[in-house]
């Protein structure tokens, strides 16, 4: 059964870095669109950016440019999302997104934690 599986994330001071992986089980990550999302206490799921089948990366998260970076390794057969220069703001649970014609499939989130 295909399946995006994702690791990372947790615990983190503000200021601190996390990255968080999304790895293809049964799916060649290479052949799709991979974007990444977040959904914040009391807030709707918000899109962060993505990276294209061809590794063209764009951010749609104001807040994310300059602090989030996006990377593929196709060996591993994983995305990543790198965050750096975190804040408060950025608590919440993080998924990622694969997506190519109409196939569709979605991690399984994972926290992200970001407190003194």
């Known amino acids: 059964q295909a399946q995006l599986v994702q690791s990372g994330g947790g615990l983190v001071q503000p200021g601190g870095s996390l990255r968080l992986s999304c790895q293809g089980s049964?799916?060649?990550?290479?052949?799709?669109?991979i974007s990444w999302y977040r959904e914040r206490p009391g807030k709707m799921r918000e899109l962060i950016g993505h990276?294209?089948?061809?590794?063209?990366?764009?951010f749609y998260l104001e807040s994310a440019k300059g602090r989030f970076s996006i990377s593929r390794d196709n060996a591993e057969n994983t995305v990543y999302l790198q965050l750096n220069r975190l804040i408060t703001e950025d608590t919440g649970v993080y998924f990622c997104?694969?997506?190519?014609?109409?196939?569709?499939?979605w991690g399984q989130g994972t926290q992200v934690t970001v407190s003194s």
């Open positions: 997104n694969a997506r190519r014609a109409t196939q569709e499939f």
């Open positions: 049964g799916l060649t990550l290479s052949t799709y669109a």
């Open positions: 990276i294209t089948s061809i590794d063209v990366v764009n």
